[in-house]
C-alpha cells in the first residue's frame, strides 16, 4: 500500500514550456487534491476533485488544468510555464463522501520554471 | 483567502523540553487538523479533531479543538531530535465558496530540537 505517489519528483521548466505532473493514490479515495507549497507559506488549493469525472477550482487555479482520469490518478498540466509557478506541488486524496475527508498527501514535486 | 495565523513561526528547544503552538482565525472551522512536515516530504497527519472542546493525543502529542471553534492548540511533550520539522495546522470551515472540503493551511512552525 503506497498510500499517494507523484511524478516526476522534481523537474525544471523554461519558461512557455508545457508539463503534466501526475498522482495516483491506491486507498481508494473518491476525493483528490493539487496544492503548492511556497516558502513560508502554507499549502494552497489549486483544483480538486469529488470524484471521477468531476473538477473544481481551488484558491489559486490560474495557470492550470487538471484531469480526472479515473478513481486512482489526477494530473495536473501546465500549459505554458512561467516562473511564478515555481514552487512545490502537493497532491492529496480523502475518503469523502462517506468518510472523515482526512487529507493524505504525497511527497510532493519540486517544479523550478527559469 | 480565509487565513489561519499559526504561532510561534519557529522554536529552538533543547531536548526533553515540552513544546506549544497554536492556530487561531477570525471564522469558525468545524475541523481541525495537524501535520507534521519533514525536508522534503508532504505533510503527514498527525492529529484531527472534529469537535469543539475535543482533546486527542497521539503519544507524546496533544491537540486540542478550541471551544470557540475559532482556534487549536498542539502540544508536544518530552522533546527528542526525531520531532524536527514543520509542523502546521488545517481547518476546514462549514462552508467555503473555494471548495466544498478545502482545507486552509497555517504558514507553519518550523521546530528544531537541539541533542
Known amino acids: 500500500n503506497a498510500g499517494v505517489t507523484q511524478t516526476p519528483k522534481f523537474q525544471v521548466l523554461k519558461t512557455g514550456q508545457s508539463m503534466t505532473l501526475q498522482c495516483a493514490q491506491d486507498?481508494?479515495?473518491?476525493?483528490m487534491y493539487w496544492y503548492r507549497q511556497d516558502p513560508g507559506m502554507g499549502l494552497r488549493l489549486i483544483y480538486y476533485?469529488?470524484?471521477?469525472?468531476?473538477?473544481d477550482k481551488g484558491e489559486v487555479p490560474n495557470g492550470y488544468n487538471v484531469s480526472r482520469l479515473n478513481k486512482r490518478e489526477f494530473s495536473l498540466r501546465l500549459e505554458s510555464a512561467a516562473p511564478s509557478q515555481t514552487s512545490v506541488y502537493f497532491c492529496?486524496?480523502?475518503?469523502?463522501?462517506?468518510?472523515?475527508?482526512?487529507?493524505?498527501f504525497g511527497p510532493g514535486t519540486r517544479l523550478t520554471v527559469l | 483567502g480565509q487565513q489561519l495565523n499559526q504561532s510561534p513561526q519557529s522554536m529552538f528547544i533543547q531536548e526533553g523540553e515540552d513544546v506549544s503552538m497554536n492556530c487561531t482565525s477570525s471564522s469558525i472551522f468545524n475541523t481541525w487538523l495537524w501535520y507534521k512536515q519533514d525536508p522534503g516530504e508532504g505533510p503527514v497527519l498527525l492529529i484531527a479533531?472534529?469537535?469543539?472542546?475535543e482533546l486527542t493525543s497521539n503519544g507524546r502529542l496533544t491537540a486540542q479543538f478550541g471551544i470557540t471553534r475559532k482556534d487549536s492548540f498542539l502540544n508536544i511533550s518530552a522533546s527528542i531530535p526525531s520531532d524536527v520539522g514543520i509542523y502546521f495546522c488545517a481547518g476546514r470551515r462549514s462552508y467555503n465558496p473555494t471548495g466544498r472540503r478545502a482545507l486552509t493551511f497555517g504558514s507553519g512552525t518550523r521546530l528544531q530540537v537541539q541533542p
Open positions: 476533485s469529488a470524484s471521477e469525472g468531476t473538477t
Open positions: 479533531l472534529y469537535k469543539a472542546g
Open positions: 492529496a486524496s480523502s475518503d469523502w463522501p462517506g468518510g472523515t475527508d482526512t487529507q493524505y
Open positions: 486507498m481508494n479515495h473518491n476525493s
